[in-house]
T-cell receptor, first 118, second 112 residues
């Protein structure tokens, strides 16, 4: 897991509060992905962003969840009015800009942020 | 993205080669085969990827059949630390998305 930084690593929130998870991509990477992993389940794609633009948000819940990747600073995954079902590990990943036919473009993951809603 | 099929679980003796198969019979010409693994409570770790040629790096080898409908990840000398869930994913590098879609993967248990 080469350099994708996520914080906080662990976050506890009461029901109804807001959770903000931050992700700093690897140096030189302009694309960010967010994934969610519920307890004992697989990794589910949420959203794919590049600087100041959402590319694919097909996996984002329609309400309470939002993501951004501003021109400056980390990407933020924001969960409003958290419920117990939001308790999960949230993984961020990054990649360089996609270039068709190039062997690179590898996506690297961070160590995750564990959200617990009490 | 094309779907992949992997065995649910496999065992391997420590020190022996672990061969993890993956079927991707509907893979398109522009889709790469990627392998990741997830050790318990850690982020997914990139292992290797390829298009049509066999590939090798310091972690593993990837053997892709000539028709590209299946592949095998080989860990040449498995250790206890290789116990993890291994994911085979096909990924297009065109269009607006290069996202990875994870299936259930293969749980590899390396035993002493």
């Amino acid at each position: 897991n080469a350099g994708v930084m996520q914080n906080p690593r662990h976050l506890v929130r009461r029901r109804g509060q807001e959770a903000r998870l931050r992700c700093s991509p690897m140096k030189g990477h302009s694309h960010v992905y967010w994934y969610r992993q519920l307890p004992e389940e697989g990794l589910k794609f949420m959203v794919y962003l590049q600087k100041e633009n959402i590319i694919d948000e097909s996996g984002m819940p329609k309400e309470r969840f939002s993501a951004e990747f501003p021109k400056e600073g980390p990407s933020i995954l924001r969960i409003q009015q958290v419920v117990r079902g939001d308790s999960a590990a949230y993984f961020c990943a990054s990649s360089p800009p996609l270039r068709t036919g190039v062997s690179g473009n590898t996506i690297y993951f961070g160590e995750g942020s564990w959200l617990t809603v009490v | 993205d094309a779907k992949t099929t992997q065995p649910t679980s496999m065992d391997c003796a420590e020190g022996r080669a672990a061969n993890l198969p993956c079927n991707h019979s509907t893979i398109s010409g522009n889709e790469y085969v990627y392998w990741y693994r997830q050790i318990h409570s850690q982020g997914p770790q990139y292992i290797i990827h390829g298009l049509k040629n066999n590939e090798t790096n310091e972690m593993a080898s990837l053997i892709i059949t000539e028709d590209r409908k299946s592949s095998t990840l080989i860990l040449p000398h498995a250790t206890l630390r290789d116990t993890a869930v291994y994911y085979c994913i096909v990924r297009a590098l065109s269009g607006n998305t290069g996202k990875l879609i994870f299936g259930q993967g293969t749980t590899l248990q390396v035993k002493p």
